[in-house]
Nanobody, 120 residues
C-alpha cells in the first residue's frame, strides 16, 4: 500500500500563487505516476496534472496549462504542484493521487485533500 499526505493549500487572492506538496510512503517503489485532481463544490472531480516517475513526462488539463507546473522529487517521493496566476475558478479541494502498478494489479491511491480558495 501507499499512503499520501498533502500540504500547502490555503486562501489566496486572484493572481497569486500557491504550492501544493504530496509525500508518499509505503510501497512507493510501485508508483508509476502521481498527480492531482480537484473537486469544486457541486462539480465532479477533474484531472489537473500528472507526472510519470520514470522519465518525468507531464500532462496538464487545458484549464491550467501555462499557469500550473507539476514536478517530482524522487529522493523524497514528493510531488509538487506550483500554481501561479490563480483564478477564482481554481477554488476546489485538491487531491493528490498515485497510480501503483504491482505485478498485474493497478490501483489509484488518494490523499485526504487540501482546500485551495482563490478570492476575487
Amino acid at each position: 500500500q501507499v499512503q499520501l499526505v498533502e500540504s500547502g493549500g490555503g486562501l489566496v487572492q486572484a493572481g497569486g500563487s500557491l504550492r501544493l506538496s504530496c509525500t508518499a510512503s509505503g510501497r512507493t517503489f510501485t508508483m508509476n505516476r502521481s498527480g492531482w485532481y480537484r473537486q469544486a463544490p457541486g462539480k465532479e472531480r477533474e484531472f489537473v496534472a500528472s507526472i510519470r516517475w520514470t522519465g518525468g513526462s507531464t500532462s496538464y488539463a487545458d484549464s491550467v496549462k501555462g499557469r500550473f507546473t507539476i514536478s517530482g522529487d524522487n529522493s523524497q517521493r514528493t510531488v509538487y504542484l506550483q500554481m501561479n496566476s490563480l483564478k477564482p475558478e481554481d477554488t476546489a479541494i485538491y487531491y493528490c493521487y498515485a497510480l501503483v502498478v504491482d505485478g498485474a494489479v493497478s490501483l489509484n491511491y488518494w490523499g485526504q485533500g487540501t482546500q485551495v480558495t482563490v478570492s476575487s
